[in-house]
C-alpha cells in the first residue's frame, strides 16, 4: 500500500473520530495560544489530520490522491524504495508543520483563533506536483483548463491576497506557506529537479 493510502486512511480515521468527538477535536487543531502559552507544540502537526466537515475532508484527501499518488511515484524512482517512501513522508509531514508555524507566530495571543485540516500539506504536494509537470493541464476551480504552471501563479497571487483581505475563515496564508515549502522541500531533496523544472519551462511551454 502506499504512503498516500496510508495517510489518506489515517486522516480519514481520525477526522471521523473528531466529527463525532468535539474534545477529542479540540485536542488536536491548532491553537496558537495554547501552543505560545502552554507549549503545546504537538498541535503544529495534529492539526493536518482533523478537519471541520466531509467537504473539507473529501476536497483535500481528493487532491492528496490525485497528485500524492504521483509526487510518491516519482519519489521512489529518484530515490529507491526506502528512501522514496520516507522522502515522501517527511515532505507531507514537514509541510503541515510549516504552513503551521506563520499561523502560530500571527495568532500567538489570540485565545480564540482554531485552524484545522491538511490545506497546506495539500498545498505542499500540488507544488511538488508542478515541479515535475509545469505545463500539464491542471483544472481551476474543478473546471476551468489551466497549465500547471499558470495555475501555480494564480494559486499564490490570491492566498496572498486573501490572507490579508479576505473575512472567509479559510486559512489563505497556510495554503501559501505550504505550497512554498513543498516546492522548495523537494529541490532540497533532489537539486538537479530545479534544473530540469527550469528546462521544462522554457522549452515546453504552450506559448511560445
Same mark, same amino acid.
Given at each position: ?10 486522516? &480519514? =480515521? ?14 488536536? @487543531? ?17 492539526? &493536518? ?14 487532491? @492528496? ?65 508542478? =515541479? ?7 483544472? @481551476? ?9 499558470? *495555475? ?9 491576497? *486573501? ?12 495554503h501559501f506557506y505550504g505550497a512554498v515549502f513543498g516546492f522548495l522541500f523537494t529541490v532540497a ?20
Open positions: 500500500m502506499s504512503i498516500t493510502l496510508v495517510l489518506i486512511i489515517v486522516t &480519514g =480515521l481520525i477526522s471521523y473520530q473528531a466529527f463525532n468527538d468535539q474534545s477529542l477535536k479540540n485536542k488536536l @487543531l491548532q491553537r496558537p495560544y495554547l501552543e505560545h502559552h502552554q507549549k503545546e507544540y504537538y498541535r503544529l502537526i495534529t492539526n &493536518g489530520f482533523v478537519h471541520a466537515n466531509w467537504t473539507h475532508l473529501l476536497i483535500n484527501m481528493y487532491v @492528496l490522491f490525485v497528485f500524492g499518488e504521483y509526487v510518491e511515484s516519482v519519489f521512489l524512482s529518484m530515490f529507491g524504495a526506502m528512501k522514496g517512501r520516507l522522502f515522501y513522508l517527511m515532505l507531507y509531514l514537514f509541510t503541515i508543520v510549516a504552513s503551521s508555524i506563520p499561523t502560530h507566530f500571527k495568532h500567538k495571543d489570540n485565545q480564540y483563533y482554531a485552524g484545522l485540516g491538511a490545506s497546506g500539506a495539500t498545498s505542499g504536494i500540488l507544488f511538488s506536483f508542478i =515541479l515535475f509537470n509545469p505545463w500539464s493541464q491542471l483544472l @481551476l476551480f474543478f473546471i476551468i483548463p489551466c497549465p500547471a504552471l499558470i *495555475a501555480a501563479f494564480l494559486f499564490l497571487f490570491y492566498s496572498s491576497w *486573501a490572507s490579508k483581505n479576505s473575512n472567509d475563515n479559510i486559512a489563505h496564508d497556510v531533496l533532489n537539486p538537479e529537479v530545479f534544473v530540469n523544472f527550469l528546462t521544462r519551462v522554457m522549452h515546453e511551454s504552450p506559448f511560445w
